[in-house]
């Protein structure tokens, strides 16, 4: 480690983002993908159509379909199509549990006009996408916790030293040279990095705060014990749900859901209902809490609690319980993102386009500035360098040609395979495997250069996005022309970001050709101009 305070941010800095910068990658650029979570749903269901309907025959439906599949069940969850959130029908039921526990649990999506599930395909959807950011995948969930938590706080530290480190880093943001090698990399990961830091410190932050307690057990267990139900009564304080009654088991009629939801839409207004929760449906202890769409950061949305039987107004509590659970409500919310608009949700999804591109940067940064030395070894560049950028290359573009392959997956395995879903995910993992493996074979076997495999893997790149809008119209209605004719700006969202994903693939790799071409004629462009003038090359350079 180099002396110095400031050269010692550098060493951290630069060692502590390339250990988890691959993971990171991956964490950013799912996560990023999350923000439109429910709009990549609705186009790996191409089956379903977005719901309409009109409250009063929602609740109908619901209501008719839960007292089918849990008449005696100890809650019913409604959420109606409000929202962005929540474009279809859906119900939600929880069975009564024994010793303190969770019933069974059921969920389906439901088509309002028969009170039936949509019939539609087994896919994981962007919900898996979005799951991978914070939960990996094939790993236990407290593990994955773990290796997320560990990760994110390297980004932290990455974040702060970066800052410290760069003495002129606001003047840097306006300076950009290129054809510089490692100072064009470094004025790029410099401009990525200020562009949206304060977007970077919330989102890794936030993080940090959303499992925190899985990252600071031992807080819990001093006051609680170690035993686990005694985490389990910290979690029922902690998170309680207004209202909530033990059951009388004394049947009753439910009141009408249409007069308790006209009663919360006098007050908020019309489509204002995010969901419906019924505690002890049928039972003298029945609960109705309406919840509100979320409008702010604070992620606890306010709810309106109505006697179950009677209908009444029994209180409509503020969101905002005490000032620390408002504070770690309001990053989660920030986190999320739930309650974006159109415009806001955009700006979230290009952040995090420009946190996953200022990890890539750094990431390539470091072999390039490690190039010139390597490359003057006797016996080559090191197995640690060769193994780094072989890495860089297979998650940078590796990466998002597996969740092409995701896509493609979603479109080309039958329609009526029961584990589709799961293939989906082993299919984008598989690929991500293969993209890895690729460079350490191209090159330590076929000897093929890191700049060819660049180039292949761009281009793959650029097929995979590029070939998804034409596969989606050879296996389904719901091709771009379709959606452009029935204004389905979902689908249009989709198909025209796929393009623009294979376009933005395609020119990188036609400037890298480009550019790598340029510098192979360079020396030999040189020299003829040395003998021309009949100069010998070192006088040549010295001119």
């Known amino acids: 480690m180099k002396s110095g305070f400031r050269q010692s941010m550098a060493w951290v800095h630069t060692w502590g983002g390339l250990s988890v910068g691959w993971i990171l990658f991956f964490v950013f650029l799912t996560g990023t993908l999350g923000y439109f979570d429910t709009e990549i749903d609705r186009w790996m269901k191409p089956e379903m159509q977005l719901d309409n309907t009109p409250m009063a025959q929602s609740l109908d439906a619901a209501q008719q379909r839960l007292q089918e599949k849990a008449p005696g069940a100890a809650r019913w969850f409604i959420n109606p199509p409000t929202n962005r959130d929540t474009p279809n029908l859906r119900i939600f039921w929880e069975l009564p549990g024994t010793d303190g526990n969770r019933g069974i649990t059921g969920s389906e999506i439901l088509d309002p006009d028969t009170s039936q599930p949509i019939s539609a395909r087994s896919t994981g959807g962007g919900q898996v996408l979005y799951r991978m950011h914070y939960a990996l995948h094939y790993l236990p969930i407290t593990t994955a ?21 760069h003495k002129k880093i606001f003047k840097d943001f306006f300076t950009f040279r290129s054809h510089k090698g490692s100072r ?51 979690f029922n304080e902690l998170f309680a749900e207004a209202h909530r009654t033990e059951p009388a088991n004394i049947a009753a009629p439910l009141a009408s859901l249409h007069n308790i939801v006209q009663q919360a839409e006098d007050q908020w207004g019309s489509g204002q209902i995010r969901y419906i929760s019924i505690y002890n ?43 620390p659970v408002a504070v770690r409500e309001t990053f989660i919310g920030l986190h999320e993102g739930l309650f974006a608009n159109t415009t806001l949700r955009w700006l979230y999804f290009f952040s995090g386009l420009l ?49 092409a392959a995701y896509f493609w997956a979603n479109r080309l395995l039958p329609v009526d395979y029961a584990a ?9 993992f598989l690929t991500w495997l293969a993209l890895l493996l690729y460079p350490f074979i191209s090159s330590f076997i076929f000897k093929y250069s890191l700049k060819r495999n660049w180039l292949t893997l761009l281009g793959m790149a650029t097929f995979a996005y590029g070939a998804l809008p034409v596969i989606n119209a050879l296996t ?41 071409k340029a510098q192979i004629a360079t020396p030999v462009i040189e020299k003829k101009r040395a003998a021309q003038f009949n100069l010998h090359p070192q006088q040549q350079e010295a001119n």
Not at 282 to 294: E, F
Not at 295 to 318: C, H, I, K, N, Q
Not at 420 to 428: G, K, P, S, T, Y
């Open 420 to 428: 589709r879903a799961d293939w989906e995910v082993h299919i984008l």
């Open 145 to 165: 916790y773990w290796i997320v938590g560990i990760c994110s706080m390297f980004m932290l530290i990455a974040i702060i030293t970066g800052v410290i480190i």
């Open 184 to 234: 064009s990399w470094l004025d790029m990961h410099n401009v990525l990095s200020v562009i949206a830091l304060p977007f970077h410190v919330m989102i890794t932050y936030s993080g940090l705060i959303f499992l925190a307690f899985t990252y600071m057990p031992l807080i819990v267990a001093s006051s609680y014990g170690t035993e686990r139900d005694a985490q389990r009564q910290f």
């Open 476 to 516: 389904t209605e719901r091709h771009l022309a379709n959606s452009i004719a029935n204004r389905d700006w979902v689908y249009i969202g989709m198909e025209t970001s796929f393009i623009a994903t294979a376009l933005l693939f395609g020119v990188t790799a036609y400037l890298l050709n480009k550019k790598w």
């Open 355 to 403: 946190g996953t591109a200022m990890i890539a940067t750094g990431m390539v940064l470091w072999i390039v500035k490690r190039q010139p030395a390597q490359l003057k070894k006797p016996n080559g560049p090191d197995v640690g360098y060769r193994l780094v950028e072989s890495l860089n290359l297979g998650t940078i573009v590796g990466l998002p040609i597996a969740i």
């Open 281 to 323: 449906p049928g039972d003298a202890n029945a609960r109705v809490n309406i919840g509100r769409i979320v409008t702010s950061p604070l992620r606890s949305t306010p709810e309106m609690v109505f006697d179950g039987v009677s209908g009444e107004l029994l209180s409509a509590p503020s969101s905002q319980g005490s000032a």
